[in-house]
């Protein structure tokens, strides 16, 4: 597709499921990153995959948060034993490289609500 | 480090008037600096960029913002409001790396008719 595409767009989890995020890039983007959106807040930085270079996972909240890239394309962000601070947006974005004048182009998120 | 402040969670201004959010940062090497408009339930987008070629940078729909670094900010203004422009604004500044991008909290503005 032209743009980045996030699946599922909306999730609805009990606490202590695990849940998948789907992520797929524009197409030749060698950067893909993951933010979340809580309410009324900013951006929070989660992780960046930049081309095959190991990713940086800094922004993880905890260890039960974990994303992977395969084929240096698709991304999924996996949350296990969800909690209710987990609910927010979580948004996705690629660039077609990681230098930091790169516009990042944003897929419309997931929204997760953990009930 | 690097931060970003985003003054005022909320600004209205009537159809016509002048836009003008605020943005300050703080980075440790020069910045490039963003803003992106989130519509309802959508991405972000790219408003405009600085990138260190000009300090008055033009964006898309009519936005514009100056970067001035003995003030560290990086506000932006656009002449005339329109009902379109109603969403919400986020100020974003990077270093070498762009997916180390901080976002400030954002600023939803509201358009009167």
């Known amino acids: 597709g032209a743009g980045v595409s996030q699946s599922p767009s909306n999730k609805v989890t009990e606490k202590g499921k695990d849940v998948e995020l789907r992520c797929d890039p524009i197409s030749g983007h060698t950067a893909l990153y993951w933010y979340r959106q809580s309410l009324g807040q900013g951006l929070e930085f989660l992780i960046y995959f930049q081309g095959n270079s190991a990713p940086d996972k800094s922004g993880l909240p905890s260890d039960r948060f974990s994303a992977e890239r395969t084929g240096g394309s698709v991304s999924t962000l996996t949350i296990q034993r969800t909690q209710q601070e987990d609910s927010a947006v979580y948004l996705c974005a690629s660039s077609l490289v990681w230098t930091g004048n790169t516009e990042a182009f944003f897929g419309q998120g997931t929204r997760l609500t953990v009930v | 480090a690097q931060s970003v402040t985003q003054l005022g969670s909320h600004v209205s201004v009537s159809e016509g008037a002048l836009v003008l959010l605020r943005c300050n940062y703080s980075s440790s090497v020069p910045p490039y600096l963003f803003w992106y408009v989130q519509y309802p339930n959508q991405g972000l987008q790219l408003l405009l960029k600085?990138?260190?070629?000009?300090?008055l940078v033009k964006g898309i729909n009519g936005f514009e913002a100056e970067f001035k670094k003995s003030e560290t900010s990086f506000h932006l203004t656009k002449p005339s409001a329109h009902m379109s422009d109603a969403a919400e604004y986020f100020c974003a500044v990077s270093g070498t790396n762009a997916g180390k991008s901080t976002f400030g909290d954002g600023t939803t503005l509201t358009v009167k008719p």
């Open positions: 600085y990138t260190s070629a000009a300090t």
